[in-house]
C-alpha cells in the first residue's frame, strides 16, 4: 500500500497479467476482423491449418500481402461475408497478429481520410460466452 508509485504501476502491471493469463486458460480471446473496401473486393484465404491469411485485391494490387500469425492464434472465417475470427489463449498473442493484419493493409501515399479500405477489428470478446 505505501509504496513509491512505479513500483505500485509494476506491481498492478503484473497483477493484470496474471489475470489476463488466467482468463485466456479459461475462456479464450476472440478477435473479429473485417473487410472494408470502396471498389475492389478484398480476397481473403486461409491456409496452412488456419495460420497463414493471404490477402488479394487490395485496391487493385497485384501484389498478394500474406500474414502468418503468432504461435497460438488460429484464423478462422466467420460465417458473414467478408469477416473472419482470431482465436488463441494469450491476448497479447491474438492482439498482435490482428494488427499485423491491419498493418498488412494500410494505405500509402494517398489521403487515409478518403481511402478507408483495409482490415480492421469490428469485435473483441471471448470464445466461450458468460451466461448472464
Not at 1 to 7: L, Q, R, T
Not at 45 to 72: C, H, Q, W, Y
Not at 75 to 96: A, H, M, Q, T, Y
Amino acid at each position: 500500500w505505501f509504496g513509491i508509485h512505479k513500483e505500485l504501476a509494476a506491481v498492478r502491471t503484473v497483477c493484470s497479467h496474471i489475470e489476463n493469463l488466467v482468463k485466456g486458460v479459461t475462456k479464450g480471446y476472440k478477435y473479429k476482423m473485417r473487410s472494408v473496401y470502396a471498389h475492389f473486393p478484398i480476397n481473403i484465404a486461409i491456409s496452412e491449418n488456419d495460420t497463414l491469411v493471404d490477402i488479394r485485391n487490395f485496391l487493385g494490387e497485384k501484389f498478394n500481402r500474406r500474414v502468418r500469425m503468432l504461435s497460438g492464434v488460429t484464423c478462422k472465417p466467420s460465417g458473414n461475408k467478408d469477416e473472419f475470427v482470431l482465436e488463441g489463449n494469450d491476448i497479447e498473442l491474438v492482439s498482435r497478429s490482428a494488427a499485423l493484419i491491419q498493418q498488412s493493409t494500410t494505405v500509402k501515399r494517398k489521403d487515409i481520410r478518403k481511402f478507408l479500405d483495409g482490415i480492421y477489428v469490428s469485435e473483441k470478446g471471448h470464445i466461450v460466452e458468460d451466461e448472464a
